[in-house]
C-alpha cells in the first residue's frame, strides 16, 4: 500500500512528527456528485431516517441560483429538489448552511445571511415535513443570529455554531444550545453578543488567532457530538479545535483548547462523529484535506491524537480530488462524503471558484 508525507508535516518546531500526518492512498477521494450552475456551493449535508441524503447549497459563487436543498435517493441515486430555501424578508436571499434532521422529522437549517447583511439575520430555519416525506413549509426556530454556520441534534437539544461575533478588537464566534421546547410556541431570540455571556442558550465562546495573508475572523464553524455528548468544534480562521465537555447533568464545560497549531491544521470546517473508530473527521478547506481526531489518544494530546486522512493540490474537483472541502458526513457504515464549497478565500489552496461543483467519497 503506497503512503505519501504531507509535506506540512514537516514544519519545524511543530509537535507533531512525520507519522501521524500521513494521507494513504486507500483514503483517495472518488467522484460521488457533480452538479450543474444551480447547485454551485454544495455545504451541509444529513441523512434522513429512510437513508435519503440531503445537500444544503446557498449558491454564494453565482447567486442567479438561489439557495436550495436537494435529496438524492437512496434507492434509485437520483438528485432532486427538495425544496428552495426560504427567502428572508429583508435580504431577499436565502444562505442554507449547515443541515440536520430533528427527533421529530423535520430538516433544521441554518440560514446564513452574514454575506447580505451583518446585523443579526441570520437565522435557524425548519422545513416541516410530512409523514410521505414531503416538505410542506419552512419556519424560523431561532432568530437574532450573525452567521449560522453548523448544526446538530442530541435528543431534544438544538446545537450550532454562530461564526461572527463582530466585537470591538475580537476575533469570536460560538457555540450555543437551545431546547426544542425554547422555540415550541414561537421562535428563540439570541441576545446580541456584547450580552453573549449572559445568554441562557449560549455555551461558549470560540476563538480564532487572525493568520497573515488570510486575515480571516470567521471563529465557531463545524460541530458534532460525540457517542458520550461532548461537542467538538473549530475555528475557520485558524483552526483552533476545541471540546465542550458534557457533564453528568446534561451541562456543558466552556471550551477547552484541543488543538492549536496553524502549521498543521489552519482551518476548521465542516465536522462529524465515526462512532466505529470514535473518532471526529474534519474538513481542511484551506488546504484541501480531510483530518481527524482519535478520541481514543486524547489523554495523550494532540500529536497523539491528530491525523491526515487524505491532502490534494489545487484541483477543480472533476476527478473526484478535494476542491475546498466544506462539509463530511459518514454514509452506508464506511464511508465519507465530502462536499466542495470551492469559493475561494485569500491564501487557501483553492484559487478558482471553478464550475465543476462536487462531492467527493472516500473509503474509511
Ligand atoms: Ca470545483
Ligand atoms: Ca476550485
Redesign the pocket.
Known sequence: MMKRTICTALVLGSVFCGSALQADEAHRPRLFAQFGEMVNTPDGMALDAKGDLYLSSPNFQDKNFPGVILRRCSKTGTWSVFTPALLHPETRAAGPMGIAFGPDGNLYYCDNQYFNNRNYKSRILRVLVADDGAPLRIEPVVENVKFANGIRFRGNDLFFTDTCFDLPGRAVGGVYRVPMSAFRERPARLLPKDRAEKDPFFLGAIETQVLKKRNDLAAADGLCLAANGDLYTGSFGCGNFYKLARRPDGTYEKPKLLLSDPSVFSCCDGICYYEKKNWIIMADSAKNAIRYWDIGKERQGAAAAFGTLWEND????EDGLL??PCEVLVFEGNKLLVANF?L?FPDLK?????RVHTISVIDL
Open positions: 489545487d484541483v477543480t474537483g476542491d475546498q470551492d475561494k483553492n484559487t478558482s471558484n471553478d
